[in-house]
């Protein structure tokens, strides 16, 4: 690969790159056209969205993002979803790793067995377990409660963090762990203060995919949260433009704030994001 | 990453030089089964128990509320599969699932290939690329629903400021033309983590294979047919199979854009079951009908990668 950047940085720019990029601007600014839409919108009032639809906005009146804190239950709906994801994600961190590494090291068929188990569930849809769920919540108390939510999503992810940390341990040396335990530490020890360090690269890939899939979930939410939670950001939405008289500009606005952690998480951490989706990808 | 579930080794390998005592093994694996317990019962009650469950009350006529229901055998099963509804939601799922995983493979491989093509600014291309794909499918479809409308949307102002007054159309509610509006919607993307995909591997294909065969005298078109495509087969396979999965579910933009309509018109098997399971009060036929879609996605998932696997290249 390095022979190939060499030759890279040594070429000059030719038409046909140019072109490429061009034809690749062109590309990107036009799937990107509803969101600038909609970005420019949420700074224009209902009147005016509606009087000249295609009008840019007269001024940045910010008007609209405080409304939307003010009128709507939108600001609830957004911790509700940063409670999901966070909560998600650091009870994933906290037994899936972990379960990985015990199925590696456990060995014989019952390790097979059960990592095949989890396997399964990548190819069980969330609709096949959705209507016995809602009714066991029913049972438990725990129907619209955030908690219910949490607990669908994790045995959702739970698949595809098995298989992911799996493939990547079966790369890890045994020689540390073996030293560690010589040297007197328990499992539990060896496990967090050795192995998951050295699963870094796997678990920021693991984290970065599953806070978005997370955080613009909207099925799972829909179905386990009734109107007496204000919902997460997405369920929310999907109220306001439910109703008979849909505030168009409040709708856009939200719309907007919904993609600004996305972002900013892919902003902070680009690099672990290109690397996270290629990993396992290549010759799957 | 569907794909590389075979092939492990499943011998111990602790019988490797250390000289480990019967009950010291036995320990260790009482303590890594202890590691895997906590993922192995949030899995076992979140995801097994409740799609076995769902097979039991197919049986059944529960209506999801009353706790009284009674088994009917199959009933629920046949009166699926003669049902109209079932087929029209069926028909538009392929159309969704499969046109849109066939549509975004294709542009996602034009744009990586395009990606390859540079030598300047790569990265910078490939990092405004990704970017809308950002945006959740939810997100787009709310968007393009105000964009659509029939009087104030941005599409049928455009088109009649320009003069075309006949091709402002009720992009959501006309019989005819909705399913194809939804289809565009939902291909409306570069492709975002399946151009990253192609792009890697891409890039993992042997310079040397490329320039050889260009001195033997290949043309571009023969080069990739020849070189590139057959090394791709891997990222086509993980690629397609992951969005045929994807698709067979597809649920947000119908329930945002159309809510199936009109009348039963666009509706999805996902939607299908949402709505009979919740919105008719007919649990055992949802779950019925669930089940219907669990067989499906199996046999494309098996099929899917027979099919593929069978034409990679093993390097």
């Known amino acids: ?21 061009a034809v690749l601007s062109v590309l ?23 009087k000249d639809p295609m009008g840019l906005p007269s001024g940045f009146s910010f008007e609209n993002y405080v409304r939307l804190f003010q009128t709507t239950d939108y600001g609830e709906a957004l911790l509700n979803t940063l409670v999901i994801t966070g909560g998600t994600l650091i009870l994933l961190l906290a037994i899936v790793p972990m379960a990985a590494w015990g199925i590696e090291r456990l060995g014989g068929r019952s390790s097979r067995w059960i990592y095949l188990l989890f396997i399964a569930g990548l190819m069980i849809p969330f609709q096949v377990r959705m209507i016995p769920l809602v009714s066991s919540m029913n049972q438990l ?40 335990e010589v040297d007197g530490a ?38 386990f949260l009734d109107a007496s939670s204000a919902g997460t950001i ?51 | 990453m569907t794909v590389q579930t075979a092939e492990r080794p499943a011998a111990v390998r602790g019988g490797r030089a250390r000289p480990a005592p019967d009950r010291r093994l036995t320990r260790h694996r009482a303590v890594m089964l202890l590691f895997i317990a ?35 055998g199959f009933a629920n099963y046949q009166d699926i599969l003669t049902s109209d509804r079932f087929w029209n939601a069926t028909k538009n799922t392929l159309i969704l699932g499969l046109g849109s995983a066939v549509v975004v493979n294709a542009v996602a491989l034009g744009v990586a290939l395009m990606l390859d093509k540079l030598h300047h600014a790569q990265g910078f291309f490939r990092t405004i690329v990704y970017l809308p794909a950002l945006v959740s499918g939810f997100i787009a479809a709310t968007i393009w629903k105000y964009m659509l409308n029939f009087n104030f949307g941005a599409v049928n102002t455009v088109l009649r400021d320009l003069g075309f007054d006949d091709a402002a159309m009720d992009w959501l509610g006309d019989n005819d033309i909705v399913v194809g509006v939804l289809l565009f919607i939902i291909c409306f993307t570069l492709g975002g983590n399946t151009t990253l995909i192609y792009l890697a591997n891409l890039q993992s294909v042997p310079q040397d294979l490329v320039e050889a065969a260009r001195i033997d005298g290949a043309s571009r078109g023969q080069v990739f047919r020849y070189v590139t ?24 933009q119908v329930m945002v854009l159309t809510a199936g309509g009109p009348g039963f018109v666009s509706e999805t098997m996902a939607f299908f079951i949402y709505k009979v399971g919740f919105g008719e009060y007919r649990a055992g036929y949802g779950s019925a009908a669930a089940i219907v879609l669990f067989i499906v996605v199996l046999a494309t998932t098996v099929l899917a990668n027979k099919y593929m696997r069978s034409r990679e290249v093993q390097a």
């Open chain 1, 1 to 21: 690969m390095s022979a190939r950047t060499r030759r890279r940085e040594r070429r000059r720019l030719t038409a046909g790159e140019v072109v490429v990029m």
């Open chain 1, 28 to 50: 990107v600014l036009a799937v990107s056209f509803p969101v600038l839409y909609a970005l420019l919108n949420s700074f224009r009032s209902y009147a005016e969205i509606t």
């Open chain 2, 229 to 252: 495509w057959p090394m791709l087969a891997g990222a086509v396979t993980v690629n397609m199979t992951l969005m045929m999965i994807a698709g067979w579910t597809i649920f947000d």
């Open chain 1, 234 to 284: 997405n369920v929310a939405l999907s109220r306001m433009v439910g109703l008979l008289t849909s505030q168009w500009e409040l709708i856009y606005t939200g719309a907007i704030l919904a993609i600004v952690p996305s972002v900013v998480l892919f902003a902070a951490f680009q690099r672990y994001f290109i690397k996270g989706m290629s990993i396992g990808a290549v010759k799957g």
């Open chain 1, 141 to 180: 108390g725990l129907y619209s409660t955030l908690t219910s939510v949490i607990l669908v999503h994790l045995g959702g992810a739970a698949s595809f963090g098995i298989l992911l940390y799996c493939s990547f341990i079966k790369g890890v040396p045994r020689e540390v762990e073996e030293a560690a």
């Open chain 2, 38 to 72: 906590p993922a192995l019962i949030v899995y076992v009650l979140m995801v097994i128990a409740p799609s076995i469950q769902s097979i039991q009350l197919s049986l059944t006529d529960w209506d999801g509320i009353n706790p009284a229901y009674e088994y009917v």
């Open chain 1, 186 to 223: 328990g499992k539990l020890r060896t496990f967090w203060s050795i192995v998951f360090p050295m699963l870094l690269p796997v678990t920021s890939a693991f984290v970065i995919i599953q806070a978005l899939s997370l955080w613009n979930d909207f099925f799972i939410p829909l179905v």
